[in-house]
C-alpha cells in the first residue's frame, strides 16, 4: 500500500534525523540535508514536527566569523530520562540518563541475601523514586531497562540466574505489577555490547563483547541486531566446559569457563576470600610491579584460560570486532598483547580485539541507550562518550 509505504519511509527518515542530530551534538539543517542526502523540504518537515514535540531543541552558532549566525539543531536532553538497572550479585546499579544517554544520577543498593520477593520491593521502590525524580520533564520516565545476569526470554521472562538461584520468575510482570509501567528485560552482556556501539562508537554490524566480572557473559550484535537463539538463551558462554571434571559450577556442571577466567574466580584464587573490588584492581597493580610471583602466576593463568575460551567464541562468530570487558586485564601491563599472542590459530578470524574503555559501567549504560534507541525509535544510536564515562 502506497500510505503504508509513505508512514514506513517517513519513520526512515525520522530516524536518520534524530540519529545524526545526536551524532553531531549540533548540526544545521543544511548539513543535515547533506550528510542524509534527504531533500531540505523533508529535513524542514522533520525538523518542524521534532520541534513540536519537543524532542529537538534551536540554538544560534556563537562564533559564526561571516554572515548570517546559522540556526543549529540539538535533541532536547531534558525531554525525557531512560532508566538502567544492573541487578548483579549482591547489588543492583541504578543509572538516570538524559536523552542523549549522559548520567544525570547513579545509586548502588546492596541486596545480599534478600528474597526474590525483598528484591522486587526494593527495586519497585527504587524505581518509583526515579520516576518522581523526572515527572515535571516534557516526557518523564521514556523506558525502564533492567539487565539480567542470566537467562531471560525471548518473551522477557526469567528462566533461570546462578547467582541467586531464581528459576522461572516473572520478574518483569511483578515489576510493572509494582510500579505500574512497562519495564523491559535483558541479557546484561547484550547491554553491554549495545553499550560498546552506542557510546564507543565501532562502527560494524557483528560485534561480540566478552564480559568478565561475576561471571562471563557474550553479548552477541550480528547483522546488526542481538542474536539471540531460539529462545533467547544464547551466548552462555561461562558455562562452556573448559577443564573436563574441573571446579564445581552454580550450574550444575563442573569446569565451566567463568570458573577459571571470570574476574570473580581470578581475584578469588589471588586474595583467597572473597574479593573487595574497589581496591583490589590497585592492590593488583601494586604486586604486579614488585613482581610477585604468586599474583603474576594466577593472572598468567587468568590469559591462559580465557584465550581458550576466547578461541572457541571466535571460531564459533567469525566476529569483526571483539571487545573485552574486564577492569582487571586494564590493570595487567600489555594484557591484549599477551591474549592476542595465544590466538596464534589459523583458523581463528577476527578483524579487532579490544579492552572496553567503559567497565563495569557498560550493562547499565547500555540499558539507558537501549531505553533511548527504543524510545527515539532509532535502532543504531551514537551517543556522545563524555569524560566521565571513560575512565
Ligand atoms: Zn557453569
Not at 503504508?4 to 543544511?30: C, M, P, T, V
Not at 525471548?154 to 520478574?171: A, G, M, S
Not at 581475584?267 to 604486586?287: Q, T, V
Request: hydrophobic share 40%; charged share 20%.
Amino acid at each position: 500500500m502506497v500510505t503504508g509505504d509513505a508512514s514506513y519511509i517517513k519513520k526512515i527518515n525520522r530516524a536518520l534525523i534524530i540519529r545524526e542530530i545526536l551524532k553531531e551534538g549540533k548540526i544545521s539543517r543544511a548539513d543535515l540535508s547533506k550528510i542524509t542526502a534527504l531533500t531540505r523540504a523533508t529535513i524542514s518537515a522533520q525538523v518542524a514536527d521534532l520541534l513540536e514535540e519537543e524532542l529537538v531543541v534551536e540554538t544560534e552558532l556563537e562564533h559564526n566569523p561571516v554572515g548570517r549566525k546559522p540556526i543549529m539543531l540539538s535533541l532536547n536532553a531534558q525531554a525525557g530520562y531512560a532508566l538502567g538497572i544492573d541487578l548483579d550479585a549482591g547489588q543492583a546499579t541504578f543509572m538516570l540518563s538524559d536523552l542523549t544517554g549522559q548520567p544525570v544520577a547513579t545509586d548502588i543498593i546492596p541486596i545480599q541475601a534478600k528474597t526474590y520477593k525483598d528484591i522486587v520491593q526494593l527495586l519497585a521502590s527504587s524505581i518509583r523514586r526515579y520516576q518522581s525524580q523526572c515527572a515535571g520533564s516534557r516526557y518523564g520516565m521514556v523506558g525502564i531497562v533492567l539487565a539480567v545476569h542470566g537467562l531471560v526470554s525471548n518473551e522477557e521472562k526469567i528462566k533461570f540466574v546462578p547467582r541467586f538461584q531464581w528459576q522461572d520468575v516473572d520478574l518483569k510482570q511483578d515489576l510493572e505489577r509494582a510500579v505500574g509501567t512497562v519495564i523491559h528485560l535483558e541479557n546484561n552482556a547484550n547491554l553491554s555490547a549495545f553499550a560498546e556501539r552506542a557510546y564507543a562508537h565501532h562502527t560494524t554490524d557483528n560485534l561480540l563483547c566478552v564480559t568478565l566480572y561475576s561471571g562471563i557473559g557474550l553479548g552477541m550484535i550480528m547483522d546488526g541486531k542481538f542474536f539471540r537463539g531460539h529462545e533467547g538463551f544464547a551466548g552462555e558462554i561461562g558455562h562452556m566446559i573448559v577443564v573436563p571434571g574441573g571446579e564445581p559450577c552454580a550450574c550444575g556442571n563442573r569446569g565451566c569457563w567463568e570458573k577459571y577466567a571470570s574476574e570473580t574466580s581470578v581475584l578469588r584464587n589471588i586474595l583467597a576470600a572473597e574479593p573487595d573490588e574497589a581496591s583490589n584492581y590497585e592492590w593488583i597493580g601494586r604486586r604486579i610491579a614488585e613482581g610477585d610471583a604468586q599474583v603474576l602466576d594466577a593472572l598468567n593463568q587468568f590469559i591462559y584460560y580465557l584465550s581458550i575460551g576466547l578461541n572457541n567464541v571466535i571460531n564459533m562468530y567469525n566476529p569483526d570486532v571483539v571487545v573485552i570487558d574486564s577492569e582487571l586485564l586494564r590493570v595487567i601491563p600489555n594484557s591484549l598483547q599477551s591474549i592476542q599472542n595465544q590466538l596464534h590459530s589459523q583458523i581463528s578470524h577476527y578483524r579487532e580485539i579490544t579492552l572496553s574503555g567503559m567497565g563495569r559501567k557498560s550493562c547499565v549504560m547500555g540499558a539507558c541507550a537501549l531505553a533511548i534507541s527504543r524510545f527515539l525509535g532509532v535502532p543504531v544510536l551514537s551517543l556522545p562518550s563524555g569524560d566521565d564515562l571513560a575512565d
